[in-house]
């Protein structure tokens, strides 16, 4: 079975993330949390695992409210009249995969108090089931994708601007190109029919899955393309050349229009932001989305990202909005020259790598992983494996979540040196998995 990552429980649908255990995951909510709203991206096995969490949820006695085929962020706003928010999706992940993702009323998701609460509930076997006449009560709610859309519209305003879309297929096919529609824009939307298996590109937003929408940019010569992942929650962009602005770019833009006090990054964030933001006090946290959500909120900072593409803005909302952060994007090219702010960021060298190790060796790899990293004269934060700091530049070495690798990245104002950096802590971290 599979356990709770970063982003909820996820893994190859039918194989770990089974009907069975979605039914599981629905008794262990409906007890605990009363009543649920449930959505889903498009993938094929959503329906499947929608129905059996479902089961589980009113079998324990908890009510179920259907919100049907929504974006994450839409869902996680939709949460905060119910006692949890659960979408039925695998993210950026490709098509075989399916997953459950668990939010909170305030639009958080599930931290890892909450996620320990239930794998401790499943491991123990044991659920309750209500009597004929007390099982939860099922309803239906069509609406969410519209409130979703007044709060950005309410807040934004009108924008005219020539915008290129990519839903990827995904469950933003319901939301985005009819937002920024309503914004004003002239939209061309691509990959825009929701189908689960994904035919047009996969789900993740990378650079190489996104050919069509740069060549779609230059050709009807739009302002801005913007691309989603599977559910929503990333967002990353393409200016009006056809370049591709990834997530470190965009976290830079984002907070040096958001930020007068505080920033909550990941550990793998570039140090760029530091060097542009020197009045700004940067919190890093472990990767992924609800640790950065986490501390927002433990901090009251005024906005938090990852490089991956996932932008919080705490003031709309503490889950990652993706298409939020495509109406701010777009109100921001409106306002001026997206390339000339982008040409004004600099970007630091950066070298990564990675490389197998012995997975049952693990703990004794890293006790001497953790001496040989000490060894290099760097400061070391453990928030997330080894973050070495040195005053020209830094380096992160972590074990995989998903596969026995470790994985190294290396990062300075210099090539030259970045790429010493890099060398070095690769050379002892394969030093201490030998």
């Avoid at 190859?12 to 889903?40: D, F, H, I, K, M």
């Avoid at 498009?42 to 969490?53: D, F, I, S």
């Amino acid at each position: 079975m599979p356990r709770f990552g970063s982003s909820g429980i996820r893994g190859l649908a039918n194989v770990e993330v089974t009907p069975e255990l979605a039914l599981r995951v629905g008794q262990v909510l409906g007890e605990l949390y009363n009543s649920a709203v449930v959505g889903r991206d498009p993938r094929t096995t959503g329906p499947m695992l929608t129905a059996a969490l479902t089961a589980g949820i009113l079998a324990a006695g908890g009510d179920v409210i259907d919100a049907g085929l929504v974006s994450t962020p839409t869902l996680a706003r939709g949460a905060a009249d119910y006692g949890c928010g659960v979408e039925i999706t695998a993210s950026h992940n490709p098509a075989p995969y399916n997953g459950i993702k668990l939010w909170n009323p305030d639009g958080m998701a599930f931290d890892e108090r909450q996620q320990e609460e239930i794998e401790t509930a499943l491991d123990a076997d044991r659920f309750r089931s209500s009597s004929w006449d007390a099982v939860g009560r099922f309803s239906v709610r069509n609406d969410l994708v519209a409130q979703h859309m007044d709060a950005i519209l309410e807040e934004i305003g009108r924008v005219t601007l020539r915008v290129v879309v990519d839903c990827a297929c995904g469950a933003t096919t319901t939301i985005t190109p009819f937002l920024l529609r309503e914004m004003g824009c002239d939209v061309v939307a691509i990959n825009a029919q929701p189908d689960g298996h994904f035919p047009g590109r996969e789900p993740e937003p990378t650079e190489e899955n996104l050919s069509l929408l740069k060549s779609t940019v230059r050709q009807v010569g739009a302002d801005l393309g913007i691309a989603h992942d599977g559910d929503g929650d990333r967002m990353v962009a393409v200016d009006r050349d056809g370049t591709f602005i990834g997530g470190d770019t965009l976290l830079v833009l984002f907070a040096k229009e958001e930020v007068k006090r505080s920033l909550v990054v990941p550990v793998d964030a570039s140090m760029v932001l530091e060097d542009l933001l020197p009045h700004v006090k940067v919190f890093r946290t472990r990767v992924g989305d609800v640790y950065v959500a986490g501390e927002l909120k433990r901090q009251n900072a005024d906005f938090g990202g990852e490089p991956s593409g996932t932008w919080i803005f705490p003031k709309a909302t503490l889950c990652p909005d993706g298409v939020y952060a495509a109406a701010r994007l777009v109100k921001m090219a409106s306002e001026g020259s997206l390339s000339a702010a982008i040409r004004a960021i600099p970007r630091y060298p950066t070298f990564r790598g990675a490389f197998a190790y012995e997975g049952a060796r693990r703990a004794a790899i890293e006790g001497k992983l953790d001496a040989a990293v000490r060894g290099l004269g760097a400061e070391v934060s453990r928030v997330d494996g080894w973050r070495l700091a040195w005053e020209d530049g830094w380096a992160l070495v972590r074990f995989s979540g998903t596969e026995p690798k470790i994985r190294v990245l290396a990062e300075s104002r210099d090539e030259a040196r970045a790429k010493a950096i890099y060398a070095t802590v690769l050379s002892s971290a394969q030093g201490a998995a030998t």
